[in-house]
Nanobody, 114 residues
C-alpha cells in the first residue's frame, strides 16, 4: 500500500515563500502522475499542479508563475516550491500519487497572513 506524508507547512507572511515536501513509501521513479491539491477553509479541494515522468508539469491558473513542482526520485519525494504567497493560498495542501488508483497524504497546513 502506498503511503504519502506531507511536511513543510506553516505560517508565512504575504509575499513570502515556503517549500512543501511529499515523502512516499514506494519508489516514484516509475510513477507517471503525481500532483498537489489544496483545500482552503470552507471550500472544496482544488487542483494545484501535477508532474509526470516525461517530464512535464501543469499548474492551475491561480498559482501559475508562482509555484514550482519538482521530484527527487532518489529520496522518493515530491516538492512544491511556493513563492509570492497570498492570503488566498491559505489551505491544507495534499499530495497525490497516481490516477487509478490514486493515493493521498493527510495534508499539511499552510497559512498566509496579510
Amino acid at each position: 500500500q502506498v503511503q504519502l506524508v506531507e511536511s513543510g507547512g506553516g505560517l508565512v507572511q504575504s509575499g513570502g515563500s515556503l517549500t512543501l515536501s511529499c515523502a512516499t513509501s514506494e519508489s516514484i521513479a516509475g510513477v507517471y502522475y503525481m500532483a498537489w491539491f489544496r483545500q482552503p477553509p470552507g471550500k472544496e479541494r482544488e487542483f494545484v499542479g501535477s508532474s509526470t515522468n516525461n517530464p512535464s508539469v501543469y499548474y492551475a491558473e491561480s498559482v501559475r508563475g508562482r509555484f514550482t513542482i519538482s521530484r527527487d526520485n532518489a529520496k522518493n519525494t515530491m516538492y512544491l516550491q511556493m513563492n509570492s504567497l497570498k492570503p488566498e493560498d491559505t489551505a491544507v495542501y495534499y499530495c497525490r500519487q497516481g490516477v487509478s488508483p490514486a493515493y493521498w497524504g493527510q495534508g499539511t497546513q499552510v497559512t498566509v497572513s496579510s
